[in-house]
């Protein structure tokens, strides 16, 4: 029942390391240092030595230990080959001679030895969690993200309970008040106003005459120029024929 319980509670735990960080995977080992500690001391006791078991399997830090290495030689991809190839080999020789270690811990201390070696194995792995780059700055970066992520929401009023208001701040961009200013375009050329004058009837009678005056002179002056140019042509045309005849 204690394989089966611890199994179970990994998924969650390295689901909790995915999302939060692996600076979680260190309250998780000193929970873990924790009930050893408590196992070693009541070794007759049937709770906690199967709350030492559920632990043992539930808080694994392989996710963590991965993600540590991943992003220590994550910079070059032999490195990081290299790193994961390491890490493998560590677990099956770890796995592998668990059984024998074990069993000789058992042999010369009972359970007692078993527990020691226990307490004194999760210390050392906790030590050196808190020593690592990564955890740091992964912690870092969650509680940056948490704060960026927090929304200010001041309360306002002098009540409290129902009286008592929720504003939330935001950032509004400011609209700049006035006529809008003319805006100057890169090859454009200034247009003339035109400026509306009221005048009397006299100026307006006078400006009509002046108008009337132009236009009658420049249909005189379209009528003449036909003329003109034929007696042009036709002098061309006389002085051209002569020097033919001479010729």
Known sequence: ???????????????????????????LAAIHLTFAVLALIYQTSLWAIFAQIVVLLCLDPTCAIEGIAFDTFGASEVQARQATSTLLSVFTIAVASS??????????????????????????LLLVLCMQPP???????FVSSRSEAGEVTPIVGSGEGRDAKKVSLAVVPEVPLGPPRHIELPGAVASEELVVKEVSGTEAESHRSSEQRGSTKSEEF????????????????????????RG
């Not at 029942?1 to 390391?17: C, D």
């Not at 074990?102 to 050392?124: K, N, P, R």
């Not at 002098?235 to 005849?245: E, L, P, V």
């Open 222 to 245: 379209n009528a003449v120029r036909p003329g003109a140019q034929s007696d042009a042509v036709r002098g061309s045309r006389a002085t051209g024929g002569s020097r033919n005849t």
């Open 1 to 27: 029942v204690a394989i089966t319980v611890g199994f179970a509670l990994r998924v969650a735990t390295q689901q909790f390391q995915l999302r939060a960080g692996y600076w979680l995977i260190v309250p």
């Open 135 to 141: 955890i740091r700055k992964s912690f870092v970066e």
């Open 99 to 124: 059984c024998t270690i074990g069993g000789i811990l058992y042999d010369l201390g009972g359970w007692t030895g078993v527990c020691t070696y226990h307490c004194i194995s999760q210390g050392l």
